[in-house]
T-cell receptor
Framework: GAVVSQHPSWVICKSGTSVKIECRSLDFQATTMFWYRQFPKQSLMLMATSNEGSKATYEQGVEKDKFLINHASLTLSTLTVTSAHPEDSSFYIC????????????FGPGTRLTVL | EDQVTQSPEALRLQEGESSSLNCSYTVSGLRGLFWYRQDPGKGPEFLFTLYSAGEEKEKERLKATLTKKESFLHITAPKPEDSATYLCAVQASYNQGGKLIFGQGTELSVKP
């Protein structure tokens, strides 16, 4: 149980294009999902908190117009990187909060984004 | 300010050599402390949640303990497949949204 999937697992795009990453909780409902970014040899950096049916809450320094988050259902959240540039290249990971398991968070496998 | 510090940054062990990883935290009321394992190029894998001082949890060769200021992840007789980065995170009681504050991680390498 408590499986979170992400799609795609990796993506390469040209500078200026937009990329959408999906995060799904497969066997539980997640009213809250989180989006993280991770640089090589560093820990996870929280970008935003996504609540089903409402606007995402962004961490300080994260551009909400560049990183669009939509949480349209209890099992799906999407992160769209708009007008991507090489500096947006990173490992993006989502997590889902399982209220049925004492607030534990389960992470997806991550998406490697490379912007050329 | 809420903070999580993990030590050491890197740990090299021989197979069978037991050791401990430390996670020191400062938080305004602890809702929960979480341990994750992360392999290169993958998302973190949930290991344990601890909620109150004195609590202990075990899974195979791993045992997590919690005090009011720190948590330890004890690894007994490690095997090469235990090599990974171990992440510690805390959730503050005032944070109803569930936000986690992560430490920098301990990179564990177990040599055969």
């Amino acid at each position: 149980g408590a499986v979170v999937s992400q799609h795609p697992s990796w993506v390469i795009c040209k500078s200026g294009t937009s990329v959408k990453i999906e995060c799904r909780s497969l066997d539980f409902q997640a009213t809250t999902m989180f989006w993280y970014r991770q640089f090589p040899k560093q820990s996870l950096m929280l970008m935003a908190t996504s609540n089903e049916g409402s606007k995402a809450t962004y961490e300080q320094g994260v551009e909400k117009d560049k990183f669009l988050i939509n949480h349209a259902s209890l099992t799906l959240s999407t992160l769209t990187v708009t007008s991507a540039h090489p500096e947006d290249s990173s490992f993006y990971i989502c997590s889902a909060r399982d209220l049925g398991h004492y607030n534990e968070q389960f992470f997806g496998p991550g998406t490697r984004l490379t912007v050329l | 300010e809420d903070q999580v510090t993990q030590s050491p940054e890197a740990l090299r062990l021989q197979e069978g050599e037991s050791s401990s990883l430390n996670c020191s935290y400062t938080v305004s009321g602890l809702r929960g402390l979480f341990w994750y394992r992360q392999d290169p190029g993958k998302g973190p894998e949930f290991l344990f949640t601890l909620y109150s001082a004195g609590e202990e949890k075990e899974k195979e060769r791993l045992k997590a303990t919690l005090t009011k200021k720190e948590s330890f992840l004890h690894i007994t007789a490690p095997k090469p497949e235990d090599s990974a980065t171990y992440l510690c995170a805390v959730q503050a009681s005032y944070n109803q949204g569930g936000k986690l504050i992560f430490g920098q991680g301990t990179e564990l390498s177990v040599k055969p």
